[in-house]
Every structure is written in structure tokens, then in C-alpha cells.
């Protein structure tokens, strides 16, 4: 459905404007940090790590692989959903060592959403707008 839309979005630039395409990109994200409880996770604040969740598409157009796998969604992601998948950066795995197979749990305002880390990438263009339009989701703050 997103995808849709965003084809609609797309279609609607009048020329003389153009679109690149291979540069552009949609998805979902929180807006606000969300507090992740790990104690394995660093705390150089003494406060516990925060995280955003995002689910950009295009993900394997826009990054290597370098360890793992890319994710995968079972069906529907809804607010009911308990369990889903995720690949971090190199960088953020590294500042808070993070490997495959890590999970987070992130409050979700119910039970906890369990985050399997399946996969470490490195972005493609760093400073292209796919990573660079939301830095977070490339280098932790």
C-alpha cells in the first residue's frame, strides 16, 4: 500500500522537475528515540541506550552486506506483532557492539517488540539522502 502511494507521489512532479529515482526512497520510522533496557548495551550516561526503528525500502539497494543476512518480514507487521528482524550499520554495531544474532527489546507501549539483529551493512553513499536525510539510522548520535 506505501508503495502505491508513493508511486502516486512520484507521478505528480510536474516537468520541468524530475525525480531520481534510484535516489529516493520511502518507508516507516519512529519519530522519537525508544529506550532499550539491555544491560549489555553501553551506557556512557549512565541512562539506558535509545533506539529508532526504521523500515526504509530498498534497504540491499542502498547498502553492502557485511556480515548476516538482510532482513526478512513474516507477513504483516502489525502492533500485535512480538518479533521482527533488523540490520544495523558497521558504526553502530561497533559503538554498541552489536552483532548478529543480538536481540533488543524495545517498549512498544505493550510487551516488549523483540528486535533480532540479522544482519551488519554498510551504507553504499553515507552522505546520499537515503542515510543522510535521517543520520541516526547510519551513526548513532
Known amino acids: 500500500m506505501l508503495a502505491a502511494h508513493y ?3 512520484l507521478d505528480a512532479v510536474p516537468a520541468p522537475l524530475a525525480v531520481d529515482r534510484s535516489r529516493s526512497a ?8 525508544l529506550d532499550v533496557r539491555e544491560t549489555w548495551l553501553p ?3 549512565g541512562l539506558p541506550a535509545q533506539t ?3 523500515a526504509p525500502h530498498g ?13 526478512r518480514a513474516a507477513g504483516d507487521t502489525t ?5 521482527v528482524e533488523a540490520a544495523v550499520t558497521a558504526e553502530t554495531a561497533k559503538t554498541l557492539r552489536i552483532e548478529v544474532g543480538s536481540v533488543l527489546h524495545v517498549p512498544a507501549g505493550r510487551a516488549p517488540l523483540a528486535v533480532r539483529v540479522t544482519g551488519i ?3 553504499r553513499e553515507p552522505d546520499g539522502p537515503y542515510w ?7 551513526t548513532p548520535p
Open 132 to 138: 543522510a536525510t535521517a543520520p541516526v539510522l547510519r
Open 26 to 33: 520511502y518507508g516507516v520510522r519512529t519519530v522519537e528515540g
Open 59 to 71: 534497504l540491499g539497494d542502498h547498502a553492502r552486506l557485511r556480515s548476516g543476512r538482510l532482513p
Open 43 to 45: 551506557r556512557p550516561s
Open 7 to 9: 508511486r502516486t507521489v
Open 121 to 123: 551493512v554498510e551504507p
Open 79 to 83: 502492533a500485535g506483532t512480538r518479533a
Open 52 to 54: 529508532v526503528l526504521a
